[in-house]
């Protein structure tokens, strides 16, 4: 039956005379359909190749068989082969008067040319001529040869033509002449700058299919330049409040017959909506006029049809780019509610998205969808899988860091394709830097990073782990310094013995070997060198790894010869200098010998060449060389020319040597092979713009030899300081954490707070934290286990739990009376919440009566239908809310009883926030603080049978910390737990 | 905006290519090899995106052919599978229930309609009927020329 229907198709392409397909061709398509393998393709391809290279020349072929060549050759390209010997027959077929040759031929050339290719300038003047034409099909296909033929340079030839072709007739004309000059804009911005004016016009084509068109290079212009663009926000909300309720202008009538055109509606509304986002963002005024009509399309929104979703998600991009508005959100977060819910994998990916975009506003949506997220985590779906990632790396705090870098390495070491492993690798290490727990963790997690991503790695990771066992944790951790570099080294012990392991890696263990591997006196040197010398024979082809290795073997030794002890060469080692004091890399021939040097050299001498654990220490470099002052002085006395410097001796010749230089570079234009230091914006004039740009960027620089490099090796560095900042190793949020405590919260880093309050001690943040750790550890070894349920309710726990906690910082002083000390801690918390939750918390001051604390357990069913809806009677409030509630904190920091109060309501008003927006039970003043205490006064009395620190509890282990993050939150006084007897638990 | 726009069969043979972005021969042949190789792995229940070298491909299987469209990260996806599914509405109006048959000895045909709904990239025309006018109106041009 298929073949029946296969032949009767054949049989009326070949019988299809007007189309003039031969049979050689109809064979060719066959024979290659038939074709059993690529080898036996490419042989046919070959002949066929060989063919059209031998008729193509022929000469007096006629219209018809020419046409088909081209066709055949277009499918020799499509294949994959080089038909470029054809190119220049396309180029001469546009010349060609006939309307259906001159389309073979426009068609032709934009599927063979890119448009840097030399015979570009050959098929220029053919456009003119044709853009110029009557008949509006062939504009029409000159067009489309324009939008993929015009390059930089030729752009100014067709210009005018195109300019001229927005008022053509036919509305098809309009459009393609709009998306052209969208296109130039794209090539080069400034030769259609004079015609933005042009744009805003077309936006008032009575044909909307025109004004769809004219969205598109509005929307660029607008995404580089908002401000500018603001008064067109009302035309633009006016347009999509016609096009949503198709209320088309009654001029527009095609053809007698009048259109609903409702696809062209749903593309301009996508478009409209992309461009509000850009506009509204961060404008509340400009937001506020689009509030209804977003709210409506929402509203109205069609969720079965695909476009309908399209335009649902693309509306909730929009709330979440624009001045957030309550309302808004909350339909936003009922469509991805939707969404999720959804069987289809599309749907679900569209909503995991959108999650992660509107979590940046309101982090308490996610909660909803614990279960659906994880869901998606475990899908087999790989594109849905790295959705999700995506978005926990968004919602990503120090609560949760742990499970899900776990839960990312995991994914990694699964996966073989090198682009993303790089690129989930490098979203751990970001995330472990900013939010690791624990050193220990820390050190454990970047190991397995560097296992399995190995040389995918940036470097710099590798050297900030370095440096970070390096410093420590300041002065006056020393304990806890030593305790972290001998469990880094202990690790490295362990992993050593593992096969094939990454060059960047070996690099950072043979460094921390060196430097700390018999610090603590559990290894012993000879046991250390060994090790060394088996990682140097391993890898004998890795040069790094080797001087590495040897320069952690000198440490080792000098450290020994330090202490006093003899030291004696293990043979292996003893045969590895050796073997490098012959070698021929001058850097490691250098290094063996100053190894050699070191070893006779007597105790004293040793220790001020190799220092202990000198590795943080600044080394000062005199770089003006003060010691030789006086040396210079006498010279100067006796006579001698005073010094000038180098730039200043030839200055005068280097800058005219210079310019000529220049010039040359500018004349002969266009060969320049050295590449061009820094991205500049591109310069309005053709005129002389090299040398313009080049002499004030480079006349600075001598041109000594010497100056030039140097120059370079800034520049060089300046680019790998880019590079850093790209993968965004937050440096600065890693020396927080790990050197001394001082005032950050993630929270208010991740979301926006508009009321950062510096005014909060630093001290009495950390001790607060060091007693709710205490308590919490104290829990988390008394509470006898309750919860049972399901692994992924516990994932989800810890995953979401965490989003209303405090952020847990390891601290071990602690001074202030507990009660009132929780306070300062919280109100910090409080206020990197969002201007949301500060509304609602506002709320509960004012109004909500105080109901019984316990009836919080009920209300911990993940939803909670809203009983009131406190935004509905709060709109317009939200301003001097925010404000007002920013008071009340500050003046709550000095004023114990106070501090109370507002912690009571503020962990009740959280509590509200996560249970999405319902008035939540407010917690009962007296009652809260009563359990804190008493929770507290627990604390205190089991203190001593526990262990005391955090970090010793918290391990890689993803279940123990999946329970304690469980836990953690019951205890946190955040009562969202599955566990109804907590409470009574408390209060005895 | 749309970088390219590939048709491959299920056994991974080229239908036809159209590229908005520049590539070269060698770079678009590792592109097709490297993406049909991950589309038509894919399960049909999975969703119908892909991501790939920081861009996003989607696709949609129309009996035997793969229909993809890579696309920017910020372009919205369920849009693009629209215009796909434009597309194939469009090529069937056009053929009368179009077969992959049709698109193999008439891709010149496709590649005049995929020039009408697409241009430099961006959705030019979502109209059928506009689209089946203008195809039509050239085929008239061309008999009466001709």
Redesign the interface.
Known sequence: MEQLKTIGRELAMGSQGGFGQSKEFLELVKSIGEARSKAEEDRIVLREIETLKRRIVEPDIAKRKMKEYIIRLLYVEMLGHDASFGYIHAVKMTHDDNLLSKRTGYLAVTLFLNDDHDLIILIVNTIQKDLKSDNYLVVCAALNAVCRLINEETIPAVLPSVVDLLAHPKDAVRKKAVMALHRFHHKSPYSVSHLIDNFRRKLCDNDPGVMGATLCPLFDLIAVDPTSYKDLVVSFVSILKQVAEHRLPKSYDYHQMPAPFIQTDKESQIKLLKILAVLGSGDKQASEHMYTVIGEIIRKGDSSSNIGNAILYECICCVSSIYPNVKLLEAAADVIARFLKSDSHNLKYMGIDALGRLIKISPHVAEQHQLAVIDCLEDPDDTLKRKTFELLYKMTKSSNVEVIVDRMIDYMISISDDHYKTYIASRCVELAEQFAPSNHWFIQTMNKVFEHAGDLVNIKVAHNLMRLIGEGFGEDAAAADSQLRSSAVESYLHIIGEPKLPSMFLQVICWVLGEYGTADGKYSASYITGKLCDIAEAYSNDETVKAYAISALTKIYAFEIAAGRKVDMLPECQSFVEELLASHSTDLQQRAYELQALIGLDARAVETIMPQDASCEDIEVDKNLAFLHGYVQQSLERGALPYIPEDERTGMVNVSNFRSQDQHESAQHGLRFEAYEVPKPPIPSKVAPVSLSSSTDLVPVPETLYSRETHQISSVRSSSEAGSSELKLKLDGVQKKWGKPTYSSSTSSSTNSTSQNPVNGVTQMDVAAAVNSRVRDNYDTREPRVEISPEKQKLAASLFGGSTKTEKRSSTSNKVPRASVSAPDRSQESKAAVALNEVAREKTNQSSPPPDLLDLDESTVTVVPASVDPFKQLEGLLDTSISSTTNHNSSGESNAPDIMTLYAETSASRESGSDGYSIPVIGDNVNLLSELSIAAVRGTTGETTVTPLSQSVKGPNAKDSLQRDAKVRQMGVTPTSQNPNLFSDLLG | MIHFVLLISRQG??R???W?S?YS?KE??KV?RELSGMIIS??P???????W?GYKVVYKRYASLFFCMCIDQDD????V??II??FVEILDRYFGSV?E??L?????KA??IL?EIL??G?????????VAR?IA??AW???S??
């Open positions: 043979k080229v036809l290519t159209k908005y520049p021969q678009r042949s097709i894919r399960a229940k999975q969703c119908n995106f892909v991501e070298r919205n996806e369920l849009e599978l629209e599914h434009h077969c048959l049709d193999i000895f008439n891709f010149h590649y005049y020039d241009i430099a961006e959705l030019q025309e979502s109209s059928k009927k506009t203008l109106a050239q041009n061309n008999f020329l001709s």
